[in-house]
């Protein structure tokens, strides 16, 4: 059986279509699966390791850009759903998931035009323009969060989570070796704000680090800075004399967390899909320009349940940020109980329940 994934631009929208083709590829050998997104997004990057084939089409964004932006875009369209058109009518699939960015919506439109089973996936509580769109095209709807539903026509949306990358799942069961790399004694912290880094964290935790001197020896910090802010942070951690793993993007993500007795982030749909499922506690920093300020949104509803702390990005600091770490540190039950909560919220099996709806929805009416 053969299913393409369009979609990406962002970590956001990519790992999750990721963790929907993994598990597609593993229910059933001889399953292939073909990612649709621009060479510009992420998944140019990712997926050069040939993991999964990508094809790329000419789609360009339309939301939060110049007017100019947006007639270019608009003139595009035909471009890249007859690019779209081209790859589905060459690789064939009997199956076509939307996950949200650019790409997704001139690969539905194709896929519709050839008759082909169409599902889309919204990581977050309030759709975003593509797949309030797209809603009208898919056969199923797949939302991360209960309050997604009302968005969507209710006979076809179903709660599933948002798909995390079947390596993840690791973090249900830590094996031995990944106690035995983390150093005994030291007291982890792990710090990045998405695949690009996030520059008010860095410059926070720079900040922070001079306040942190009294623990010096006790905590050890891993950060992922993204490219430009790299040497900044590095020179930070080298100056003021702290243990720390620093680098512009981590492949190994799972083993971060798993080392990681905190964790310093955004509050993408993605990333509490997976503080959740890991069980780590975390200090949560929402990006105010998400669209419908959805980062904040998922913060507020996990820090309303006990399961993370939060610091609005207006209220970031060097001083805010070291007192949270600092009070974290020293109060082990308050991590303890942000870590039985978030633990609830986790979904470890979203990727499986996505891909036994879309294998009805295949042999629907065949």
Known sequence: MKGVIA???TGGHLFPGMAIAEAFVQREK???????GTEKGIEARVLSDGRFPLRTIRAMPLKGKSPLSKIKALWSLPAAISEALSALKEFRPQIVVGVGGYASGPTLVAAFLLGVKRAIHEQNMIPGMTNRFLKRLSHRIFVSFEEAKGYFPEGKTIVTGNPIRREFLACLHPGREWAVKKEEGRFTVLIFGGSAGAHRINEAIVEALSLLHAINSSVKFIHQTGRTDFDLVSEAYRERGFQALVGPFFEEMVACYQMADLVICRAGASTVAELAVCGKPAILIPY?????NHQYINAKRLVDQGAARMIL?????GETLSKMILH???HPEEREAMEEAIRKIGRPQAAEQIVDHCYKLIRENR
């Not at 001889?30 to 649709?36: A, H, R, S, T, Y």
């Not at 990005?313 to 600091?317: A, G, I, R, V, Y």
């Open 288 to 292: 105010p320009y998400a669209a419908h």
């Open 328 to 330: 974290l540190i020293h």
């Open 313 to 317: 990005d207006e209220e970031l600091s």
């Open 7 to 9: 979609g990406g631009g």
């Open 30 to 36: 001889g399953n292939e699966v073909l990612f649709i």
